[in-house]
Structures are given as structure tokens and as C-alpha cells.
């Protein structure tokens, strides 16, 4: 029995010699490496889908009612300020600012002649007045036909992109419903919903950051 506990113990202690080797030999070979931890600032944002807008939208509406001989442009074109958009047809009203003008020419031909004699006091002053007064109705009526006649032609009041076009060859163009519509993308603005939970997050002159689907990789500042 004695010699039992001998083997037993001389097993053991071969055990204890077996595992102090093998722990100092981990202890030998492991690399520890240790990093300083820095505060990191914690940043927060918030999404948000929109739809941009330009902020210059104009509707042009026809001056005059005739009806549409050739239409210059389609939707997607980029015009600028001035450009002739459609030709209405101006046959009547190239007649009116014709006449008008000849009217005219002969008015004020008539009122210089008068003015001189007036002058010279060889007219009464009723009949300088006169003289004036049928100048200046011609004039009036000079003024409106030209304006009717130059109408004719539908231009573009500003430089943009053409969002809408409501003429077509033949049909007719008039004060109600608008030729084109013209948007300025130069200036946008993105409408936007924000719940009640995130308004507060929200304030007055943020910086935000935009991308757009149409232009992916790109991003804007606003």
C-alpha cells in the first residue's frame, strides 16, 4: 500500500514539473500589445428624402390669341432669355401694326408741321391742339398694334429649362392656359418632412449635406 502512494506521488509530481513548463514557456513566447484609447466624437445625422424644385418657375402665357405655325423647342431644352420659343401665326395682326404705322407717320408729320406754325402763331392754338391730340391717339394705337404684332412670337422671359409645353402646330394659343413652363435650376430648393420626434434636431443655418439620385457619387452643400 505504501508503495502505491509512492508511484501516486511521483506521478503527480511529474504532472506539476509537466504543466510549470509548459506555463512558463507561454508565458516566454505570447506578445501582448496595448493601444491608448483616444475620446472620439460622436457625430449625429439624420436622413431625409425630398424632391428638388426650382426656385424660378414661370409660366408663359400667350399675349395674343392665334393659332401656333411652328413650335422651336421641346421638353428637356435649355433656352436663354429671349429666345424665340413658337411663332404664332401674324397675319392679321402684321396688318393692324402696318396700317398703325402708317397712321402714325402721318400724325406726327402733321403735329411738326403744326408745332412750327404754332411757333410762328400762323395757327390758333386750337388747331395745334388738335394736331396734338390725333398724334397721340395715333401713337396709342401705333404702340398697341406692334406690341400685338411683336406677341407673335413667343420668347423666353428668362434662361432655363423648358418643364412643360402645352402648343401644338395648328392648335391655337391663348391668355388661359400657358404656352410653356419655364424652370431656373441655377437657384433649388428640396421640401423635405421632419417628424416631431426630430425637429428638435433641426435648427437655423445647419450645414446639410445633398446627393441626387440621377447623379450618384456626387454631393452638394447647403
Request: hydrophobic share 40%; glycine share 6%; aromatic share 6%.
Amino acid at each position: 500500500m505504501r508503495n502505491k502512494f509512492i508511484v501516486i506521488g511521483l506521478v503527480c509530481g511529474l504532472l506539476l514539473s509537466g504543466c510549470e513548463k509548459k506555463i512558463a514557456e507561454l508565458s516566454k513566447n505570447t506578445l501582448v500589445v496595448t493601444q491608448a484609447l483616444k475620446p472620439l466624437t460622436a457625430i449625429n445625422t439624420q436622413a431625409f428624402s425630398g424632391v428638388v424644385k426650382a426656385i424660378n418657375t414661370v409660366e408663359i402665357l400667350s399675349e395674343v390669341e392665334a393659332v401656333t405655325k411652328k413650335i422651336n423647342v421641346v421638353v428637356g431644352d435649355n433656352v436663354t432669355k429671349g429666345q424665340i420659343l413658337a411663332q404664332l401665326d401674324d397675319t392679321i395682326n402684321k396688318a393692324h401694326y402696318e396700317q398703325a404705322k402708317s397712321a402714325y407717320d402721318l400724325a406726327k408729320q402733321s403735329y411738326e408741321r403744326q408745332t412750327a406754325l404754332f411757333k410762328e402763331s400762323v395757327i390758333s392754338k386750337q388747331q395745334y391742339e388738335t394736331s396734338e391730340a390725333q398724334f397721340k391717339q395715333a401713337e396709342g394705337a401705333y404702340t398697341i398694334a406692334k406690341k400685338d404684332f411683336e406677341d407673335c412670337q413667343i420668347k423666353a422671359p428668362l434662361s432655363g429649362s423648358i418643364a412643360v409645353s402645352n402648343l401644338e402646330v395648328g392648335g391655337s394659343a391663348d391668355r388661359k392656359t400657358p404656352a410653356f413652363i419655364l424652370v431656373n435650376y441655377a437657384s433649388v430648393e428640396i421640401p423635405f418632412g421632419v417628424t416631431d420626434r426630430e425637429i428638435a434636431k433641426i435648427t437655423k443655418g445647419k450645414n446639410v449635406t445633398v446627393t441626387i439620385d440621377p447623379l450618384p457619387g456626387k454631393t452638394f452643400s447647403g
